[in-house]
């Protein structure tokens, strides 16, 4: 097939066209025009990028223009663009490498500029600058950012004031959210509750508390709601029956012997008088049962909600479990490690490996490949019958090279069993653990803006130790053995949702994932 070219005469014909068409253009632009930027604020999500749109009107092409991205002073330079490329040489340190220009319809005059990672600094207003030879004109624009914080987490206090307390807990929010309490039918039960709102790297953390004196509720739910995205998330729990008749019964025991509103040492005072009047003898002997009912009934009160909160502390540390993998380029040449990053073990030769300022060359440790900077994190590690191992997280910096201390101010929070010394938390000045059962697995928990770090034995759930430390830069996962091999576990909750997000993943089987349009809820099946 022969191709047609036009002719000649056509092509100049064209060009002319085309010269005219920019003349006009130009002619436009030197008579004026406008810069439009969006109806409102443009809402951006914490880490993500943030897109500020910008238009000219009428729409003429910008290829040729200066087109500007400031802040508060013309020269605090976010964005330029100059003679058709981009010119970002005296760029403000906090943006250079985070900006990036939208240019695919600049020949419509619409362009948007692209900010990567956005973090609270970015907030707030942006000038939108274009100039064509000596006509400018300009816009100024709102950016708006947000943090979609933690699911809400509720335990259960022992008996106050005639009544339970549930206390819900989140964190990571921006701006500071709405909270609310509701019951079963939907009525709202913030009145009754007190909030307590802190700020954390410039983020919120909400601990807000429920007091209830009767079980009319079924059903409590906790309802933080991020108010520019218009997104919430939600926890809901019942409320059981056992509660409130163990406190009842307690509240009329204690009503029969106080009478009319004694304290406690009002109460002896008054069964040592009567103990000298001539009934004393039937009336001592009621009242010492009705002590004796009344302490019994507070013991298992108590243990029963010692035992609930240690159940849904156990479930909040479930709910941010991780994958966890050792990285093979920490760990000490004598230690084997399995091809899925799962097991490590005595036994390497060390043959072929590479001495770097990464690998532990004298003591028997390794790291995950994980880095956790923020939220919470959770994960197993079965020590089976081993007789001396190390557990915990450290710093990404730490010396691997020679030997090590174990402790916070060396950039490392474990736990460990010594060789016929026994449980210790590896304290600056080391902690001597009494523990009931020696644990077969142990599962610890990262909660890295509280500054936490707990560990708790992975089969009976009970709580061993924790570490309230500032956090601050990259965390690893820290192993060490001297005799059998660790292995990281899947954390024994099956369903895992199928997303993982930055906080970790959400359980199915515990609980319903109920998805909304606006946000989603978790309800905690007890």
């Given amino acids: 097939m022969k191709m047609q070219f036009p002719d ?94 939208i240019r695919t319809h600049i020949s419509n005059g619409s362009v948007s500029l692209r900010i990567h990672s956005v973090w609270l600094k ?56 709405e909270v609310t309490w509701r019951q079963e039918d939907g009525q709202s039960l913030t009145s009754l509750s007190e909030t307590e709102t802190q700020k954390h790297n410039s983020l919120f953390n909400i601990k807000t508390s429920l007091l209830m004196r009767t079980n009319k509720y079924g059903k409590i739910s906790c309802r933080i709601r991020n108010i520019i995205l218009s997104e919430e998330r939600e926890t809901v729990i019942p409320i059981s029956d056992a509660f409130f008749r163990r406190v009842s019964r307690w509240v009329v025991s204690l009503s029969i012997i106080l009478g009319s509103g004694l304290t406690i040492c009002g109460l002896l005072v008054a069964l040592v008088l009567y103990h000298s009047r001539k009934e004393r003898k039937e ?37 941010y479990a991780v994958g966890v993998t050792l990285d093979p380029e920490t760990a000490h040449p004598r230690l084997l490690l399995t091809d899925d990053g799962k097991t490590m073990e005595r036994g390497g030769t060390g043959e072929n490996l590479r001495e770097t300022p990464l690998r532990f060359n004298i003591s028997p440790c390794v790291l995950g490949r994980e880095a956790f900077t923020s939220g919470r ?27 090590i201390t174990i402790s916070p101010e060396a950039g490392y929070w474990a736990v460990g ?35 936490e770090v707990s560990f708790y034995d992975a089969e009976n759930k009970s709580h061993l130790f924790s570490f309230s430390d500032p956090l601050t830069g990259p965390l690893l996962p820290y192993f060490c053995t001297l005799d059998d091999p660790l292995r990281i576990r899947p954390v024994p909750v099956p369903d895992w949702e199928g997303e993982r997000g930055a906080q970790g993943y959400q359980l199915r089987s515990l609980g319903d994932v109920e998805r909304g349009k606006g946000g989603s809820r978790f309800v905690l099946n007890l």
């Avoid at 950012?145 to 005639?162: M, Y």
């Avoid at 002997?285 to 298992?300: D, F, G, P, R, Y």
């Avoid at 994190?377 to 030997?403: I, M, P, Q, T, Y």
């Avoid at 010394?421 to 890295?448: C, M, N, Q």
């Fill in 8 to 101: 000649p005469p056509m092509v100049r014909a064209l060009c002319s066209l085309l010269v005219i068409s920019h003349h006009f253009q130009t002619v436009n632009a030197a008579e004026g025009f406008k810069v439009i930027g969006p109806d409102g604020p443009v809402v951006a999500v914490l880490g993500g990028d943030a897109e500020l749109p910008c238009r000219l009107s009428p729409p003429l092409s910008a290829e040729h223009m200066q087109v500007r991205w400031f802040r508060s002073r013309f020269d605090a330079l976010v964005h330029l663009y100059e003679n058709g490329t981009d010119q970002n040489e005296r760029q403000i340190p906090e943006y250079r490498g985070r900006t990036e220009l």
């Fill in 283 to 319: 009336k001592a002997n009621l009242s010492a049962q009705v002590i004796t009912n009344l302490s019994a009934e507070v013991t298992n009160l108590s243990a029963e909600v010692k035992s609930l909160s240690a159940e849904l502390e156990w479930r909040r540390c479930c709910s």
């Fill in 417 to 451: 069993l010594w060789r016929g010394g026994g449980y210790w938390a590896l304290t600056s000045s080391k902690t001597k653990l009494r523990l009931h059962e020696s644990p077969r697995a142990v599962g610890i928990f990262l909660d890295y803006e509280a500054g």
């Fill in 377 to 403: 994190h959770f994960w197993k590690v079965e020590v089976g019958d081993g007789r001396a191992w190390e557990l915990g997280v450290c710093r990404d910096s730490v010396c691997r090279n020679g030997w």
């Fill in 122 to 177: 970015d907030e707030g207003s942006y000038i939108c600058f274009f100039q064509f030879d000596t006509y400018y004109e300009e816009a100024t624009l709102e950016l708006k950012v947000a943090a979609l914080g933690t699911a809400p987490v509720i335990s259960i206090t022992d008996h106050q004031d005639r009544g339970i307390r549930a206390v819900c807990e989140s964190t990571g929010w921006y701006p500071e959210p």
